[in-house]
Structure formats: structure tokens, C-alpha cells
């Protein structure tokens, strides 16, 4: 099992991302589509019920069918980074290094001022690590890459 | 570590990208390992040194060693 994964080639991994991002949104917009009773009649409110059940399970089918792929590319991305060049994975592991432990200090220099100073914005606290995540993460690729050319 | 890649890649007359095709990295790898730049892995100096039929030894050596002794 474990050796057909690793001499799978993951093809369309960029897609496969695109399209689960749109169908994971999909549900958002589709939201929408269902308008509420018109009156206050049991039968309406039944009719309005029967639609939302059929609306959330279509929701679960696509968030599942997003994840499935999310997962997909995902080990698409790794394997194909784990495969390829050897200098493209080293960029790769010394960005990812260097953008966790900033993440990781910033995480705790976080949770001291907003502990202290604004209680209420610990709620966007994942926010804002994966925002200095993904930012350090670009910033420390494109260094390193300069450091090897 | 010090190489002689540039020199043996002249000897043979072959472009970086050929090099790197050979070995199946990208050209940027082997760009950065004639700069000294980057030590590759065991396995990509071996792939190397097979490729040039010669020994891994002949073709990397540590920075203090002189590799006329050799």
C-alpha cells in the first residue's frame, strides 16, 4: 500500500486545490438559493424545513468532496517536493524552519499582549499566526533562494 | 567543501543544464555546487562522481585537504 503512494504521481495537484477551494465556498454562496417561507403555514415552514435538510446534506457532501481533495494535493505537493530536486527541498525545509520558529515566538509574544492589553482578539489569534506563517514562509524562500544563486 | 565540477564539466565539453539532466536535479543545483555554495547530498555526489567515472573523493574534498596530493 505504502509503495503504491510513493510511486504514485500525483497528477493535477494545482486543480485539484483550486477546486476544492471553490467548492469549499460553494456552499457560502449556494446559502443563498433557499428563500425563507413566504408564510407562516405549517406547510410552507415544512416545504422550508425539507429544503435546509437537503441543503445542509449537499453542503456535507461538498465539504467532504473539499477535504478529500485538500488532502489530495496536499500529499500531491509533499511528495512531489520530497521527490524533485534536492536543492528545491532544502529551500523548501530551511523556509519551513525558519517561518515555525517565528511563528511559534510570535505565538507566545501574542498571547502576552493580548492576555494583557485586548482579551477579545485572542479569538483571531490563528489569524494572524497563519498570516505570519505564510508571510515568513515566502520572505525566507525567496532569501534562501538568493543565499544558493 | 571544495569541488572540481567546473573543471571536469569543461573536460567533457557538457552545459550545466546537460549535467544536471544526467543526474535528474535542475541546473540551479549544479550552478550552486560548482559556486560552492551548496554540498549536495551523498547520493547526488555519487550519481556525480559515476557520471564523470570517477571517485567521489576525487571530485569533493574538504577545504583544508590539497587535492593535488591525490
Same mark, same amino acid.
Do not use: C
Given at each position: 500500500?505504502? *509503495?503504491?503512494?510513493?510511486?504514485?504521481?500525483?497528477?493535477?495537484? *494545482?486543480?485539484?486545490?483550486?477546486? &476544492?477551494?471553490?467548492?469549499?465556498?460553494? &456552499?457560502?454562496? =449556494?446559502?443563498?438559493?433557499?428563500?425563507?417561507?413566504? &408564510?407562516?403555514? +405549517?406547510?410552507?415552514?415544512?416545504?422550508? %424545513?425539507?429544503?435546509?435538510?437537503?441543503?445542509?446534506?449537499? +453542503?456535507?457532501?461538498?465539504? %467532504?468532496?473539499?477535504? %478529500? =481533495?485538500?488532502?489530495?494535493?496536499?500529499?500531491?505537493?509533499?511528495?512531489?517536493?520530497?521527490? =524533485?530536486?534536492?536543492?528545491?527541498?532544502?529551500?523548501?525545509?530551511?523556509?519551513?524552519?525558519?517561518?515555525?520558529?517565528?511563528?511559534?515566538?510570535?505565538?507566545?509574544?501574542?498571547?502576552?499582549?493580548?492576555?494583557?492589553? %485586548?482579551?477579545?482578539?485572542?479569538?483571531?489569534?490563528?489569524?494572524?499566526?497563519?498570516?505570519?506563517?505564510?508571510?515568513?514562509?515566502?520572505?525566507?524562500?525567496?532569501?534562501?533562494?538568493?543565499?544558493? &544563486? | 567543501?571544495?569541488?572540481?565540477?567546473?573543471?571536469?564539466?569543461?573536460? !567533457?565539453?557538457?552545459?550545466?543544464?546537460?549535467?544536471? @539532466?544526467?543526474? !535528474?536535479?535542475?541546473?540551479?543545483?549544479? @550552478?550552486?555546487?560548482?559556486?560552492?555554495?551548496?554540498?549536495?547530498?551523498?547520493?547526488?555526489?555519487?550519481?556525480?562522481? !559515476?557520471?564523470?567515472? !570517477?571517485?567521489?573523493?576525487?571530485?569533493?574534498?574538504?577545504?583544508?585537504?590539497?587535492?593535488?596530493?591525490?
Amino acid at each position: 500500500m505504502w *509503495n503504491r503512494v510513493k510511486s504514485f504521481t500525483f497528477p493535477y495537484t *494545482n486543480l485539484v486545490l483550486i477546486l &476544492s477551494a471553490l467548492i469549499l465556498f460553494l &456552499s457560502f454562496f =449556494g446559502v443563498g438559493l433557499i428563500s425563507s417561507p413566504e &408564510s407562516a403555514n +405549517t406547510e410552507s415552514i415544512n416545504l422550508w %424545513a425539507k429544503q435546509l435538510r437537503l441543503w445542509f446534506f449537499i +453542503t456535507k457532501i461538498l465539504t %467532504a468532496i473539499s477535504v %478529500a =481533495g485538500f488532502i489530495y494535493s496536499t500529499l500531491g505537493f509533499h511528495f512531489k517536493t520530497v521527490r =524533485g530536486d534536492e536543492l528545491k527541498l532544502k529551500i523548501h525545509l530551511d523556509s519551513l524552519n525558519i517561518a515555525f520558529t517565528t511563528t511559534l515566538i510570535s505565538f507566545f509574544i501574542l498571547i502576552f499582549i493580548f492576555l494583557n492589553f %485586548a482579551p477579545s482578539w485572542l479569538n483571531y489569534i490563528l489569524l494572524f499566526l497563519s498570516i505570519i506563517g505564510i508571510i515568513t514562509y515566502l520572505i525566507a524562500s525567496l532569501l534562501i533562494k538568493d543565499k544558493y &544563486s | 567543501m571544495k569541488n572540481k565540477l567546473k573543471v571536469l564539466r569543461a573536460e !567533457k565539453n557538457i552545459s550545466q543544464e546537460e549535467l544536471a @539532466n544526467q543526474v !535528474k536535479v535542475s541546473r540551479q543545483t549544479i @550552478n550552486a555546487i560548482e559556486r560552492e555554495k551548496y554540498d549536495p547530498s551523498l547520493l547526488l555526489g555519487m550519481k556525480i562522481a !559515476k557520471y564523470f567515472n !570517477k571517485q567521489v573523493e576525487e571530485i569533493f574534498f574538504m577545504n583544508g585537504e590539497n587535492e593535488k596530493s591525490r
